[in-house]
């Protein structure tokens, strides 16, 4: 899996994507981003970094930021559908949870 660099953050850890999840210091701090305007803390967060505009999980991104990740985020979801494997997997997946939720484990 291909990792891509986001940034490295005030106190020296890195802020990656690696496949289909967004890592800080090499534990998983989100799988999507969300708008600062639509998050409940966004006056916080617009105070410790006025140029926000995504936040993944804990961590506030400005719009260059953030356009890497969601590149990057692309870029493993255009490989996962050019491997035969990967679409059979996801689709065992899906069927495992549907099952989960129809009760039958």
């Given at each position: 899996?291909?990792?891509?660099?986001?940034?490295?953050?005030?106190?020296?850890?890195?802020?990656?994507?690696?496949?289909?999840?967004?890592?800080?210091?090499?534990?998983?701090?989100?799988?999507?981003?969300?708008?600062?305007?639509?998050?409940?803390?966004?006056?916080?967060?617009?105070?410790?970094?006025?140029?926000?505009?995504?936040?993944?999980?804990?961590?506030?991104?400005?719009?260059?930021?953030?356009?890497?990740?969601?590149?990057?985020?692309?870029?493993?979801?255009?490989?996962?559908?050019?491997d035969p494997a990967a679409i059979k997997e996801r689709f065992r997946i899906a069927a495992m949870?549907?099952?989960?939720?129809?009760?039958?484990?």
């Amino acid at each position: 899996m291909t990792k891509t660099l986001v940034k490295t953050t005030q106190d020296g850890r890195k802020l990656e994507v690696v496949g289909f999840g967004i890592y800080l210091d090499g534990e998983i701090e989100a799988f999507d981003l969300t708008e600062v305007k639509m998050h409940p803390h966004r006056r916080q967060i617009w105070t410790v970094m006025p140029e926000a505009t995504h936040v993944a999980g804990r961590v506030a991104l400005s719009k260059e930021e953030a356009e890497v990740i969601t590149k990057a985020l692309k870029e493993a979801e255009a490989q996962m559908l050019a491997d035969p494997a990967a679409i059979k997997e996801r689709f065992r997946i899906a069927a495992m949870w549907r099952a989960r939720e129809q009760g039958i484990e």
